[in-house]
């Protein structure tokens, strides 16, 4: 098992690719992989992609890690598909876009899909951009639709948070509608070549300088085309230095606004560092991490407990015939544990 | 036990690969989604792919079974440059290697030969591929 990871520190792809399969899977032996690589993580750069579907993600993905390959850095992908409620399966087609980066392995792109059954499609994509960190890979990009909790957690493991918008995209009801306004830290209308681009961007302006109760009259500087700097104007010495989110007109499929969306990522990157934000983020997501594996484990623990009484049906039945009340049981399996703990926590 | 339960029924990964210069797509989108509805994961290449597209996509994917749909009649020259390439990066003993399209009987066994697993032709049906990827899938 630890060849595995010593094959990935060395750099051997099909180690990496076996790793995230493992982590996938919840294999065994996953979580030792995990905790091993731990220590070789941070160095990374996490960018998160999100928007509705057919935004143009998988392709603006494409153009940015090819950019990012002529800088001479080093790429890794995570594209996360929806999968079928039904047979489970999942057609993952997000790889056809990537035509920049054929046959480049320095590019390492990973199809994910949100498997319903596992639960948890936020650990595995955290413990996925730890593998490839480890990996020692640049730039990490996370892409995902950008539809629901599941997905807003999943970005909220980037350091950056990128969210596409295509043109005519109903009217400004639907952005507040989607909740995509908070998690943006740079907001791209890609397609910016199609009728009714300017008005997108026109409503997104708008909406983002309502955002976060601030005040919309005297607000300078915010939101400029392209991604420019003066959108990190600061808003006075004694205040703590805000972050307007820009807004970037792309045309993915031409490489056009590409240069100005990296340069946008990059200034976040700066702030992030210039006011100690990019420290508290990484902190934050590890209090969060680490609350919810104690909340999967425990769950599991007790699921097993549960299986162990002769499962939850016995307990609904007693519910359903007034012998008993849900507290009760919950009292019932609980107490033994409960036991347990002080007893160590006392010894 | 839940681990040994979700071991068993570990999600099978696939890779539906168009290689080479050839256009005709529509069965390998057929194949795709069947074995979607079959409760795989699909990967699916995309078109006029080059051999080191498909191997890197097989190998980053850590894909179980690769599948090659050639209709153009190239498989003897695009099938073991995918097959060296798999080879060089680790990635061929434990996976599961088709060919689909058209093979003629004295091109099948070289390319067996060469280490694919099975070739379908026209008239294999779907419930013949999803039961030969279910006994065959590799152990991991």
Known sequence: ?347 | MSVEQEQAERTIRCLVAKVGLDGHDRGAHVIARALRDAGFEVIYSGLHRAPEEVVQAAVQEDVDVVGISILSGAHNTLVPKILDGLKEYDAFDDRLILVGGIVPDDDKDELRNLGVDEIFGPGASMEEMIDFIHDNAPER
């Not at chain 1, 909220?156 to 990128?162: G, I, K, L, S």
């Not at chain 1, 990190?232 to 590409?258: C, Q």
């Open chain 1, 1 to 347: 098992m630890s060849d595995l990871v010593d094959d990935l520190l060395a750099g051997k792809h099909s180690a990496l690719a076996r790793v995230i399969t493992k982590i996938e899977n919840r294999s065994p032996g996953y979580r030792e992989i995990v905790s091993d690589l731990h220590e070789h993580t941070g160095s990374a750069d996490v960018i998160g992609v999100t928007g509705s579907p057919g935004a143009g993600k998988s392709t603006l993905v494409d153009k940015v890690a090819a950019t990012y390959r002529d800088r001479g850095l080093t790429v890794g992908v995570i594209a996360i598909d929806p999968s079928s409620p039904f047979s489970g399966g999942a057609v993952l087609g997000d790889r056809i876009r990537m035509a920049s980066n054929a046959g480049d392995m320095d590019v390492f792109f990973r199809s994910m899909s949100a498997r319903g059954s596992l639960g948890g499609l936020s650990t595995a994509t955290t413990d996925a951009v730890t593998a490839l960190d480890a990996f020692g890979k640049d730039k990490i990009i996370v892409e995902t639709v950008g539809a629901g909790q599941n997905e807003v957690d999943i970005v909220r493991t980037a350091d950056t948070v990128a969210v596409l918008v295509p043109p005519g995209s109903g009217d400004d009801v639907q952005m507040l509608k989607a909740g995509i306004l908070e998690i943006g830290d740079v907001f791209v209308v890609n397609k910016a070549d199609l009728d009714g681009a300017d008005r997108t961007v026109q409503q997104l302006r708008e909406m983002l300088q309502g955002r976060d109760g601030r005040p919309e009259t005297g607000h300078h500087g915010a939101t400029e085309l392209g991604g420019d700097a003066t959108a990190l104007e600061a808003n006075g010495d004694d205040e703590p230095e805000t972050w307007d989110p820009p807004i970037v007109e792309t045309v993915a499929n031409r490489s056009e606004g590409v240069g100005a969306f990296i340069d946008a990522l990059a200034n976040h990157g700066d702030y992030l560092d210039r006011t100690g934000r990019r420290v508290r983020q990484t902190r934050e997501r590890y209090a969060s991490e680490i609350r919810t594996l104690l909340r999967e484990d425990a769950n599991e623990l007790l699921a097993d407990e549960l299986a162990r009484r002769g499962g939850i049906e016995r307990y609904v039945d007693d519910v359903v015939e007034r012998h008993t009340d849900p507290y009760t049981v919950v009292d019932e399996v609980l107490e033994p544990l409960r036991e347990c703990v002080a007893e160590r926590r006392d010894g």
